[in-house]
């Protein structure tokens, strides 16, 4: 049976996936920063990098609010709290090796106030 993957292990990963899309758009571009490149290049490497790691666990991009709660067994009867977008989509979801929902993975790029990210929180804390 493989081993669960710790907290600070898919935190280190997350770090470790924006430092290496950092040097690989460095690379392509001829010495760009990773703010000018579009944000699915830092999800899909740090999506590389939790894969990388020991232990039972999938991996899905782009996957819908929705159907996150659902696959969770957290959603409920009735309309979703209007702070769910229905149709939104989380950038990465992380799965338990049973196939369960373990955690929303939010990228974000060229953070410069944090209204760009006060409502993503409020609404991955809603969905919780």
Request: with cysteine; aromatic share 10%; glycine share 8%.
């Amino acid at each position: 049976m493989s081993k669960q993957i710790s907290i600070p292990s898919i935190m280190n990963a997350v770090l470790n996936g924006f430092i290496e899309a950092q040097q690989n758009y460095e690379n392509w571009s001829g010495g760009f920063w990773l703010w000018q490149a579009p944000e699915y290049l830092i999800s899909t490497t740090v999506a590389k990098c939790i894969f990388a790691l020991d232990g039972a666990k999938y991996i899905t991009l782009e996957h819908g609010s929705t159907t996150t709660l659902e696959d969770a067994g957290a959603k409920g009867i009735g309309r979703l709290p209007k702070d769910i977008r229905e149709k939104g989509k989380v950038d990465i979801l992380l799965w338990w090796g049973n196939n369960t929902p373990r955690a929303t993975i939010e990228i974000k790029n060229q953070i410069y106030s944090t209204g760009q990210y006060e409502k993503d929180i409020k609404r991955r804390l809603c969905s919780l």
